[in-house]
């Protein structure tokens, strides 16, 4: 199975997204593989863990879409290791939080990408309180396919936006999130064949495989995605669908990333 494009992207799936079960005080975390120090050290090698942003497949498309951060407040949902927070400093943002459901990679986040404006918090998406008017901005890089109800959390993200503020995500495609085993179909040589998709309008629960670990992901119409945004308060500013660099392409299965589209990037406006 080759996914150079995805791989940490599958991987971080595979750390963080079983379903949570127990709790460290008032916290939830995850019963699951990121607390296995070998799938940690897997997790490490990935050029996106080692390299950071510029090593990341959307990168490319994903920075252009970023407002002017100057002085701005800038909220980050499953920041990870806190690349995404870095920047925003690095733009001039005055006062970011970076929310992660794993302690282990807010533990990551800290060590990595500390800032004086940076703060990380361990917190789900769906128990931070989103308080009313705080944000000009919100990211969200491939943590909301982990999210059952995205339309819940469009609507509170949508209430902490200050008027006219930006939001920012990168989500697992629809037809990505709907692929049978999210795999490929595979010729009895071993080669991508077709990427099969299924129960395309089931949505919820998908439980996929990788690296010897389960994990669950939730499978959102492109329907839910969008109409979720634009009923409740959004205007939509930028939609667009991951393609890997040109110069990534001399890496062994890259091409086989323009045959279906594996991560949508949507930009939109809080109306208000
Ligand atoms: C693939 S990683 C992406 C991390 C970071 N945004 C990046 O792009 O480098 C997905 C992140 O989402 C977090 N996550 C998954 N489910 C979450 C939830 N319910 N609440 C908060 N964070 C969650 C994971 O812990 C993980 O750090």
């Given at each position: 199975?080759?996914?150079?494009?995805?791989?940490?992207?599958?991987?971080?799936?595979?750390?963080?997204a079983a379903v949570p079960k127990d709790k460290i005080g008032d916290v939830k975390v995850m019963n699951n593989e990121y607390d296995n120090e070998k799938f940690f050290e897997e997790y490490a090698k990935m050029s996106r863990s080692k390299e950071g942003l510029k090593a990341a497949g959307e990168w490319h498309?994903?920075?252009?879409?970023?407002?002017s951060l100057e002085?701005?407040?800038?909220?980050?949902?499953?920041?990870?290791?806190?690349?995404?927070?870095?920047?925003?400093?690095e733009q001039g943002a005055t006062k970011i939080l970076g929310i992660d459901l794993s302690k282990k990679m807010i533990e990551e986040a800290q060590k990595r990408n500390s800032g004086n404006q940076i703060e990380y918090r361990i917190s789900g998406l769906e128990e931070y309180d989103y308080p009313e008017n705080e944000w000009d901005c919100v990211i969200s890089n491939l943590a909301l396919h982990y999210i059952e109800d995205i339309v819940e959390i469009f609507q509170k993200?949508?209430?902490?936006?200050?008027?006219?503020?930006?939001?920012?995500?990168?989500?697992?495609h629809p037809v990505f999130t709907a692929g049978v085993g999210q795999d490929w179909i595979y010729t009895d040589d071993g080669k991508p064949q077709y990427w099969a998709i299924?129960?395309?309008?089931?949505?919820?629960?998908?439980?996929?495989?990788?690296?010897?670990?389960d994990?669950?992901?939730?499978?959102?119409?492109?329907t839910q995605i969008i109409m979720g945004l634009l009923n409740n308060g959004f205007e939509l500013k930028v939609v667009e669908e991951a393609e890997p660099p040109k110069e990534m392409m001399d890496i062994p299965g890259m091409e086989d990333e323009l045959r279906r589209p594996m991560m949508l990037l949507v930009k939109a406006i809080a109306k208000k």
């Open positions: 199975m080759q996914f150079p494009f995805i791989e940490q992207m599958k991987l971080g799936s595979r750390l963080e498309q994903l920075k252009p879409l970023f407002p002085g701005k407040s800038v909220l980050d949902l499953g920041c990870g290791y806190g690349w995404h927070c870095k920047f925003a400093e993200v949508y209430r902490t936006l200050k008027p006219g503020g930006i939001f920012l995500f990168n989500i697992e299924d129960n395309y309008f089931i949505t919820g629960e998908r439980n996929t495989h990788f690296l010897g670990c994990v669950v992901k939730q499978h959102h119409t492109l």
